[in-house]
């Protein structure tokens, strides 16, 4: 279609008779013109006596330009939202004139580029104009219709509390998107150095609200930190599955995000984990032993295997000379194991296993808990701990929605899976 096609002037009289049988409210159009400053009150009164779609258009005729984008608005405020996407060409193609960051071609000329690069972000001041909400009128095409366009939650986890070095370079990453987002109109609510347990209870904290405000069109969730495999830390140096975080997101957690897009971008290491424990919990009876095993997988020779008790915030290391009456450590092929021997309720509380290679190099697995089972009777040993969830309401999260856990998620890595951009020690 031609450039000519587009004047706005076409707006009116190419679309005459589809405007004038489609529209069953032109009253509400008048006020909502009215209001725009764009009809006076005597031209709102003559379309309230005589309630006719034509004396609106050619009412609009006379007001220049200007009148098609407020046409537009009228009809998507007075729920006339398919002939607002009749006007929307044509809207666009004004704004496009009198918006010079937009080029007139693809690719821009030279002169043109130089001007988009002096100022990278498109200032819509219209947030009802056609640029702004994206209206299409495309099946495949979210639209996003909103005074804001949504939520961006930026997590930035620079200083840990541990062996994992600082990250203080993501703190001009963490500016720059704040930044970015907000001049794209997104909500940015940015958090810093969090623990595992902090990054998991703010993002359900947020989901909630999301669910309680109800108009949210579109999440981004933008994770910086350490990580490993498919797990990212904590400032407590604590690893959390991308997966729990990115589920507070889900439509069975958060069912107003159903059919809208989520965006997740994490800036991570994805290197294999090299310490692994596959059992997060432990539990067994007063006076058995327990044996619990860690997965090491390092072409690298060990030198040196130690275990770590977290107790109430306190850390002891666990040897193999250390009170052989009460542990033993063994290795076999990949496996390091830690028995127990006769527990007590001293011996509750967290441990993981830590493996040195070298001076440089060393391997640190996630923790597992040690619990008595406090009933009587033989007991399966649990594999993994409930989620919170699954604590507070006692069933296991199921989704009511009819579409996949995954849709309408796009997570995107800094790193391909097994690689990592920074050392860990």
């Keep these: 279609m031609g450039s000519n096609n587009y004047e706005w002037k076409n707006a009116f009289k190419k679309n005459r008779v589809m405007i004038v049988k489609g529209l069953a409210n032109p009253v509400e159009v008048a006020d909502q013109l009215y209001r725009m400053n764009i009809f006076t009150e005597e031209m709102r009164d003559e379309i309230t006596v005589k309630p006719k779609t034509r004396l609106i258009l050619d009412t609009l005729d006379r007001r220049g330009q200007k009148g098609v984008a407020a046409l537009h608005r009228a009809f998507l405020d007075s729920k006339n939202r398919d002939l607002a996407e009749v006007l929307s060409p044509y809207v666009r193609a004004v704004e496009r004139i009198e918006n010079m960051t937009e080029p007139k071609e693809w690719p821009p000329k030279i002169e043109e580029n130089s001007t988009m690069m002096d100022d990278h972000v498109i200032k819509i001041m219209d947030k009802k104009s056609p640029w702004y909400i994206h209206e299409y009128g495309k099946e495949d095409v979210y639209k996003i219709q909103n005074d804001c366009r949504g939520k961006v939650f930026v997590i930035n986890n620079v200083d840990f509390h541990g062996q994992l070095l600082p990250r203080e370079a993501s703190n001009k990453d963490a500016d720059n998107l704040t930044k970015l987002f907000t001049e794209l109109h997104f909500t940015v609510i940015p958090k810093t150095n969090l623990t595992a347990q902090e990054m998991l209870s703010?993002?359900?904290?947020?989901?909630?609200?999301?669910?309680?405000?109800?108009?949210?069109?579109?999440?981004?969730?933008?994770?910086?930190?350490?990580?490993?495999?498919?797990?990212?830390?904590?400032?407590?140096?604590?690893?959390?599955?991308?997966?729990?975080?990115?589920?507070?997101?889900?439509?069975?957690?958060?069912?107003?995000?159903?059919?809208?897009?989520?965006?997740?971008?994490?800036?991570?290491?994805?290197?294999?984990?090299?310490?692994?424990?596959?059992?997060?919990?432990?539990?067994?009876?007063?006076?058995?032993?327990?044996?619990?095993?860690?997965?090491?997988?390092i072409d690298k020779p060990i030198k040196q295997v130690f275990w770590e008790m977290n107790k109430a915030g306190a850390k002891y290391l666990i040897t193999e000379t250390d009170n052989q009456d009460k542990y033993s450590l063994q290795s076999s092929k990949i496996l390091q194991t830690l028995i127990v021997k006769k527990v007590v309720e001293s011996d509750q509380g967290k441990y993981r296993c830590k493996v040195i290679h070298d001076e440089k190099v060393s391997s640190v697995s996630n923790f597992t808990e040690l619990k008595l089972d406090v009933k009587d009777g033989a007991r399966d040993v649990i594999d993994s701990v409930p989620s919170i969830q699954e604590k507070e309401n006692c069933v296991l999260p199921t989704s009511t929605c009819s579409d996949h856990p995954s849709a309408d998620f796009l997570i995107a890595y800094a790193t391909p899976e097994g690689n990592c951009t920074t050392c860990m020690i």
């Design 202 to 297: 703010f993002l359900r904290s947020e989901a909630k609200e999301l669910v309680d405000e109800d108009r949210a069109e579109c999440v981004i969730l933008i994770i910086m930190s350490h990580g490993v495999g498919t797990k990212v830390f904590g400032v407590d140096c604590l690893p959390v599955e991308i997966k729990a975080l990115t589920d507070c997101f889900s439509t069975a957690n958060c069912q107003v995000l159903q059919g809208k897009p989520r965006l997740v971008f994490v800036q991570a290491c994805r290197s294999v984990e090299t310490a692994s424990i596959e059992k997060t919990l432990h539990l067994v009876q007063s006076g058995k032993q327990v044996e619990m095993e860690c997965i090491v997988k």
